[in-house]
């Protein structure tokens, strides 16, 4: 097996701690969610309509989606360190920028360049996968995104918090020195962990079909974005089904949304104890059979007319923990099946991942009517899960042979 590489802490001529990878690939969720609660507010200051405030995550995660594209092939060029350094640099221009954005305008412009935070959770990802083999990079990256589980459920209270207090620009001051803080930790940490100085565009477009000609990329590529997409499809949909079927009040609609990443900070633990020993393949069984067998109760017992917000919510924390589970494992599998195109796949993967659910969010909120109640949403995550696990199947049967 091969040795974990020396790891200095704040020693640059050293892979980066692991501390180091949750906080920048937590920096991307936060960044993401925190000024969720400012949006009526902002859409007040700015004298515009709540759809154009919307694009402020809409288009945000479509920048996110083509950023992780073409960041993993930059990274594989020109090295890990130097790319997230120059993403984070832009990160904190952007959110300075949009805190003094005059015009609605100005500020999506700024918005959009935010997403070049997006780099961290990307490439955290792949230096995991630089650093160590398969099934401890599935551990491995278990421990990062354990770490940034909880921030999607404590960034919305922050920025709810900042707002009351301060007013919704408070929100990006924070953003502003958080991501100037991170970018101090990556200068003094975060040592290059691709081997032999990267490759050229011309090696990489030459190793791009053997990638993406590769089944078992795209089975496991298909079973992160399957699982991932009934997650996204919830988010689409459940602030309708909390406010308007269930008629939670905004409170306790944020309470049972915080469901699942509970249960993602439990599968990510699962993860990074037990995938050394029972190899990504099985673990990504495990996680999917989670996701089908909590959101088949739930949809069962609907189906007979059993319905609940605590039994809806609560069995969406199994889809969190068969996420936590799958997720680090099938990205790792992703990850090895081309180990010198480790950050063409994470970034290809993560925008198969984010422009997938984006898709999967909106076709959940036209699904939804007071008439349906839960069960059009209750039936798309259903459906999802039962497609990432056939991926991860296709996967097993595929191994053994030539790919």
Not at 47 to 70: F, K, N, P, R, V
Not at 356 to 382: C, E, H, I, R
Request: glycine share 12%; aromatic share 12%.
């Amino acid at each position: 097996m091969t040795q974990m590489p020396v790891v200095r802490f704040l020693d640059r001529n050293t892979p980066p701690h692991i501390a180091t990878l949750i906080l920048i690939a937590g920096i991307s969720a936060l960044n993401m969610s925190i000024f969720l609660p400012s949006l009526a507010r902002m859409t007040r200051y700015f004298g515009t309509d709540y759809a154009t405030m919307q694009l402020a995550l809409s288009g945000y995660l479509a920048a996110t989606a083509l950023l992780q594209i073409i960041i993993g092939p930059i990274s594989d060029r020109y090295g890990r360190r130097p790319v997230v350094l120059w993403a984070m640099a832009v990160f904190v221009v952007a959110s300075f920028g949009a805190y003094l954005a005059p015009s609605v305008g100005i500020f999506l412009a700024f918005r959009m360049l935010q997403a070049a935070v997006a780099t961290g959770l990307v490439l955290s990802r792949a230096v995991v996968r630089d650093m160590v083999p398969q099934a401890q990079a599935a551990s491995m990256i278990g421990y990062v995104t354990m770490g940034m589980a909880l921030v999607p459920m404590v960034g919305p209270m922050i920025g709810g918090a900042l707002d009351e207090m301060f007013g919704w620009h408070a929100t990006f001051v924070l953003l502003t020195l958080t991501g100037a803080a991170v970018w101090l930790l990556c200068y003094l940490d975060l040592g290059e962990t691709l081997a032999k100085g990267g490759m050229s565009f011309r090696d990489q477009l030459r190793g791009y079909p053997e990638l993406f000609a590769s089944p078992r990329f795209w089975g496991y590529a298909l079973g992160a974005a399957f699982a991932s997409g009934a997650f996204f499809a919830l988010l689409g949909g459940a602030a309708f089904i909390a406010g308007t079927v269930f008629g939670l009040s905004p409170f306790m609609s944020g309470v049972a949304l915080g469901a699942p990443a509970i249960g993602y900070a439990l599968g990510n633990f699962f993860a990074g104890r037990y995938s050394v020993r029972f190899g990504i393949n099985k673990m990504a069984i495990i996680g999917t059979l989670t996701i089908i067998a909590g959101l088949g109760t739930s949809l069962v017992l609907a189906l007979f007319g059993i319905t609940h917000p605590l039994i809806f919510f609560g069995f969406c924390t199994f889809l969190g923990l068969g996420n936590g589970i799958t997720l680090p494992n099938v990205t790792a599998g992703l990850l090895s099946v081309r180990p010198h195109l480790a950050g063409t796949a994470s970034g290809l993967g993560g925008a198969m991942m984010v422009g997938g659910g984006a898709v999967l969010a909106q076709y959940a909120s036209t699904l939804l009517d007071p008439t349906t109640g839960a069960l059009p949403l209750q039936w798309l995550m259903f459906l999802t899960g039962i497609a990432s696990l056939l991926s991860i199947l296709f996967v097993i049967w595929r191994e053994g042979r030539v790919t």
